[in-house]
T-cell receptor, first 112, second 112 residues
Framework: LAKTTQPISMDSYEGQEVNITCSHN???????ITWYQQFPSQGPRFIIQGYKTKVTNEVASLFIPADRKSSTLSLPRVSLSDTAVYYC?????????????FGTGTRLQVFP | DADVTQTPRNRITKTGKRIMLECSQTKGHDRMYWYRQDPGLGLRLIYY???????NKGEISDGYSVSRQAQAKFSLSLESAIPNQTALYFC???????????FGEGSRLTVL
């Protein structure tokens, strides 16, 4: 079971790039790394998922080093609307879903 | 319309009452989940179902039961509600591996 460790909170300003790192030292061979975003009183929303190297979509990039023991979610040029809690999950949803742990996430606050 | 719909969105009840939270989805996914979130905490898995005939306990199933009435419907019941079951409850679905979790908008339950 891959436990994840993230910073509890981060602050940023509009227009800056934000990098949130997640540690997962005992990630398994078949595990994927998935990041979710959650706004208050809403369900988490999928941001990005990767297995190795770099993945980029329209909202974020995910950097995964060769040893896969950590990953970094990169949000380019954040805005106030990016203020939310970000969760890093490691595992294979639908296979070992009962082992997926959301944890407390990283609370990102973006200031004007 | 939302792909994953939860009803009711808000409910206040009294200790000892039986409560049912319902979830329906239009994504055609076989896999469905119920999570609970307490203030400042991450999500914890209550029950999950990989198909209509498959029901599995999650991390915190005590005091809860579920029913998978059809592929599209997954209900969570509190047979005798107690105050520490006051929380925000989320239903989610997922597709095949590696899978992305799709969440409903949540049902806020208050037990007095």
């Amino acid at each position: 079971l891959a436990k994840t460790t993230q910073p509890i909170s981060m602050d940023s300003y509009e227009g800056q790039e934000v990098n949130i790192t997640c540690s997962h030292n005992n990630i398994a061979t078949n595990d994927y790394i998935t990041w979710y975003q959650q706004f208050p009183s809403q369900g988490p929303r999928f941001i990005i998922q990767g297995y190795k190297t770099k993945v980029t979509n329209e909202v974020a990039s995910l950097f995964i080093p060769a040893d896969r023991k950590s990953s970094t979610l990169s949000l380019p040029r954040v805005s106030l609307s990016d203020t939310a809690v970000y969760y890093c999950l490691v595992g294979v949803p639908s296979y070992n879903t009962d082992k997926l742990i959301f944890g407390t996430g990283t609370r990102l606050q973006v200031f004007p | 319309d939302a792909d994953v719909t939860q009803t009711p969105r808000n409910r206040i009840t009294k200790t000892g009452k039986r409560i049912m939270l319902e979830c329906s989805q239009t994504k055609g996914h076989d896999r469905m989940y119920w999570y609970r979130q307490d203030p400042g905490l991450g999500l914890r898995l209550i029950y999950y179902s990989f198909d209509v005939k498959d029901i599995n306990k999650g991390e915190i199933s005590d005091g809860y039961s579920v029913s998978r009435q059809a592929q599209a419907k997954f209900s969570l019941s509190l047979e005798s509600a107690i105050p520490n079951q006051t929380a925000l409850y989320f239903c989610a679905t997922s597709d095949l591996q590696p899978g992305e979790l799709f969440f409903g908008e949540g049902s806020r339950l208050t037990v007095l």
